[in-house]
């Protein structure tokens, strides 16, 4: 797995291309199905199955929240700190908000680690630590 792409923000379009992709290589990997004399393609969760690895999204998702503790943990002087905390007062445009990364990490804590507040949590290493190997070892990775 490529861990360069921590710091990149999945928005849901590209996870959803993300799988997508991997379940078409995993399709052709291992081929169709054939019952009753019958060939057809492999359909949905199968290929997962049989692939016995982890989805390459949710291990972004989870090295994406160990580096969200890491930030929280850093000194307030810091670049990364200052942009996290920092409220940049600009006319924003009119409609939805924008996603913020914080925010993605707060719901990429609720889906993996089943916590709120990961701001409190994350400030204490050794259980960020454990929560981290957690998800790791719930997911496979």
């Known amino acids: 797995m490529i861990y360069t792409i921590t710091q990149l923000k999945l928005h849901t379009q590209l996870y959803l291309r993300l799988c997508i992709f991997l379940l078409q290589i995993l399709r052709r990997v291992y081929g169709p199905t054939q019952k009753r004399g019958r060939r057809r393609p492999r359909r949905n969760i199968k290929p997962y199955s049989l692939y016995n690895e982890p989805n390459i999204a949710e291990g972004i998702k989870i090295k994406r929240s160990g580096w969200a503790g890491r930030i929280i943990r850093m000194e307030e002087e810091r670049i990364p700190k200052k942009v996290l905390n920092r409220n940049f007062h600009t006319t924003r445009p009119v409609g939805r908000p924008r996603t913020r990364w914080a925010d993605v990490v ?25 929560l981290m190997r957690k998800a790791k070892a719930w997911k496979g990775l």
């Open 106 to 130: 707060q719901r990429d804590a609720l889906q993996l680690l089943e916590i709120r507040g990961w701001e409190r949590r994350a400030e204490i290493r050794d259980e960020w630590r454990r």
